[in-house]
């Protein structure tokens, strides 16, 4: 399959490009909101129009010089433009032309490559005849009047889309009842159907969470080689999620001490606000540090704050804190007394340090590096079904009421953390124990320590919703 075609949204704020995002996408994804500069981050979704015309949207953040934060978002919306082979330029049609708007239009014009001069919040036929003739004069190729939120003339547009967006190569059509071989299927994705390019990210957000007095603020110090955090024996300490970064092996590592979690029961007052800032930080977070007070062992707390980290499908390493203090059990039983009571975090390792003392402090830095490597990798589709025709090989998919089975193949469609999607004929009929069983197989053969890994059974074509990891 050749590559995708990238399709990327520009404009200056507030002109509705999140809102064109979400409109293609058919979901609401990108926050929208009136405020200038909602958007400051390049997103990217794989979306398919017509049924057969795949391709890679990417939203930007306006373009602005007014601040210093939005000319870095600037530059980032005009390297997506750069990269990109089709253009959206999209302007704000209830206001009268901008210079602005302009010149960056015929900055764009000059790469060379397909681009339309979008002019939305044309909601009715009085605003069109008296705002969107204006536009004209910017001497466009195409010029398109749309308005996303009342969904008006989007057809045009999505006419114009599917000129420049190939239909998908007719062999990726595998729904003969023919067992497909796995030497078309290899042939079929050689190329990485889906693959997005993402750009190497440095930037790794870690949350330090675990139950009241396990020694978190202290192993943030410890880290950090400096008092940043309030440490006490009082239970409760620290209630604001406290974040701060260092610099390490060409990362940029945010931790957050969150506050520590009491049983439901005991959560009185401000704490209760506490937890609900800690469960916002995790859904931004990209690892877990679960700290456990080695002198205390793994609790129902411990494994209730566990599966937050699961829910959150976040990286994780444990953290068995006090190590230094705890003389009467060897490594091997404490390893195996936690991997026992938290069998659901079985990928993830296990290190026992002493924050008071600094022991093996410094090893969690080289952990969380290798973890936050493995969490945004992408595994190339032809080794992928090359793994997926060994474990069918090796163990034959059971059937359905009586019926057959088949993946046709396996693709993985989402990074942060890896995400697979399962091809196949009957999605449903897939048992979750031969969906385990597959998982095994992939983490025998690729390295996903420390991260989880999701595996969705759909037919092609077919939305993913599940998040289910094993």
């Not at 993830?348 to 402090?361: E, M, Y």
């Not at 080289?366 to 090359?386: H, S, V």
Request: glycine residues 6%; charged residues 30%.
């Amino acid at each position: 399959m050749p590559n995708l075609k990238k399709v990327a949204i520009i404009g200056r704020p507030n002109v509705g490009k999140s809102s064109l995002f979400n409109r293609i996408a058919r979901e609401r994804d990108a926050i929208t909101s009136d405020v200038v500069g909602t958007t400051r981050d390049v997103k990217k979704r794989l979306v398919t129009i017509s049924g057969n015309r795949d391709f890679e949207l990417i939203d930007t953040g306006g373009i602005d010089d007014s601040t210093e934060m939005f000319a870095k978002v600037k530059e980032q919306s005009l390297r997506a433009a750069k990269t990109a082979d089709i253009i959206l330029y999209l302007v704000d049609g209830k206001n009268i032309p901008e210079e602005e708007d302009k010149e960056l239009f015929y900055g764009l014009q000059a790469l060379g490559k397909p681009i339309a001069l979008i002019v939305n919040k044309i909601d009715n036929d009085k605003e069109e005849q008296s705002n969107y003739w204006d536009f004209l004069e910017f001497g466009a190729e195409t010029t398109l009047p749309i308005s996303v939120s009342h969904n008006r003339y989007m057809n045009a547009f999505y006419a114009w889309l599917e000129e420049h967006i190939p239909e998908r190569p007719e062999e990726l059509e595998l729904e003969s009842d023919e067992e497909p071989g796995f030497d078309d299927i290899f042939d079929m994705v050689q190329d990485e159907a889906y693959k997005i390019e993402e750009e190497p990210d440095h930037d790794i957000k870690v949350a330090i969470i675990g139950r009241v007095n396990t020694g978190k603020s202290s192993l943030l110090n410890a880290l950090l080689k400096k008092e940043r955090v309030v440490v006490s024996d009082v239970a409760g300490t620290t209630i604001d999620p406290v974040d701060e970064a260092i610099e390490y092996a060409d990362h940029k590592i945010t931790f957050i001490d969150t506050a520590g979690i009491r049983r439901r029961g005991k959560i009185v007052g401000i704490e209760k606000y506490a937890l609900e800032r800690t469960e916002a930080m995790l859904k931004q977070a990209d690892i877990a540090l679960l700290v456990i007070d080695a002198t205390v062992g793994v609790l129902e707390l411990d494994e209730r704050i566990a599966n937050m980290i699961e829910k959150h499908n976040l990286g994780c390493l444990i953290v068995l804190n006090k190590w230094d203090i705890r003389d009467d059990i060897t490594y091997e039983k404490a390893v195996d007394d936690i991997r026992d009571e938290l069998k659901f975090l079985h990928y993830a390792p296990l290190i026992t340090v002493s924050a008071k003392t600094g022991q093996r402090v410094h090893k969690i830095l080289d952990e969380i590096i290798a973890i936050y490597g493995r969490y945004q990798q992408r595994i190339p589709t032809y080794k992928l079904n090359e793994v997926l025709k060994y474990a069918i090989s090796r163990h034959h998919i059971p059937s359905y009421n009586g019926a057959v089975v088949k993946i046709k193949f396996a693709t993985q469609y989402e990074i942060k953390p890896p995400k697979i999607a399962l091809i196949m004929n009957r999605p449903d009929g897939l048992h979750f124990s031969y969906k385990r069983y597959l998982s095994n197989v992939f983490r025998e053969n690729f390295d996903f320590k420390g991260v989880p890994l999701i595996l969705e059974a759909r037919k092609r074509g077919q939305r993913v919703e599940s998040d289910e990891s094993y």
